[in-house]
C-alpha cells in the first residue's frame, strides 16, 4: 500500500497533503494557541474562562521562571550550593504564582460573569500574559524596597 505524500508552501504557511487530507499546520496551531477564531467557534461558558485565563498565565510565568532558574543557574553554577538554591527559588517563585494566577483568573472570570460578557481568545491570551507580567512588575518592586 502506497500513500501519497507532498509538502507545499502556500503564502508562507506549510501544508502537508497525506491521502487527500490537507493539514495546515500554521492554521491549527493558531486554533490550538485560541490566536484566531474559526467559523463554528462558541465562547466558553462561564465556568470555562477561568481555565482559558489560567492557561495563559501558567504558560507564560512557565516561560519566564525558566528564563531566570535557566540565568540563575548559570550564574550560581561554581556555588557550593548554587544549583540547589535554583531549584527550590524557581519551585516556589511558581507555586507563588501558580497560586495567585488561579485566584485572579477566577476573579476575572466572575467580573466576565456577572458582567455578562464573552471572552475572545485574544484576550485570555492578554489577561494571563499580563498577570505574568504584573507579577514581575511586583516581584521587582519589592526588592527594590528592601535595598
Known sequence: MQKNCTLGL?????????????????????????LVVHPGYYPPPPSEMWYWVFLWCLFSSLFVHGVVGLLMFIMLQRHKRGRLITVVLVSVGFLASLSGGVITSAAIAGVYRVAGKDMAPLEALLLGVGQTSLSVIISFSRILATL
Open 10 to 34: 502556500n503564502s508562507g504557511t506549510l501544508i502537508i497533503t497525506v491521502a487527500n487530507a490537507n493539514l495546515n499546520l500554521n492554521g491549527h496551531l493558531r486554533v490550538f494557541l485560541g
